[in-house]
């Protein structure tokens, strides 16, 4: 008898209870999560995970992929410096091989003033053009201290100078 009382309040308990409450409009197979404090499907909460973790998949790759392009970014100026030297390099050693020229040509021209003044526009001519690969040399010294403090400094390259 004791068995029965309890068997019948655990039953009443039970159908009382409102989880195993059947509700109006909910369908047999549906399962209704209360944990949030707030009514929602089963497949609405799993569907909601999955999209949070979509989200931070998402967020992921965005982030992973900026760091690609930063790092890319960064090659790049580095690249950028290592050709601003190398033509800074080859320029500098036009300059100094056409400043050879300029003085063998004064050497061999220039050693009489008879001769100085027969070939004076083919010496003036050769010191002419060491100064212009001086000052290109110059100029490419320039652009390469300007890319390796770029590079340095983690920027984006400078807009180019309007020329004068």
Known sequence: MRHLVLASVSLAALIGS???AQEPGVDEGEIIVTATRREARLQDVVEAEASEGAEELRLRRLEKRRQEERREA???RERRAREA????????????????RALETRQRFG???SRREQFKYRIR???ERA???RT?????LERARTASEEARRGAGPRAPEAAP
């Open 136 to 140: 290109e040399a110059e100029q490419a």
């Open 74 to 76: 960064a090659e790049a």
């Open 85 to 100: 030297e190398e033509a800074a390099r080859e320029a500098i050693r036009r300059a100094e091989e056409q400043e050879r």
């Open 125 to 127: 001519a050769e010191e």
């Open 131 to 133: 100064a212009a690969a």
């Open 18 to 20: 409102p989880a195993l």
């Open 111 to 113: 050693n009489t003033p």
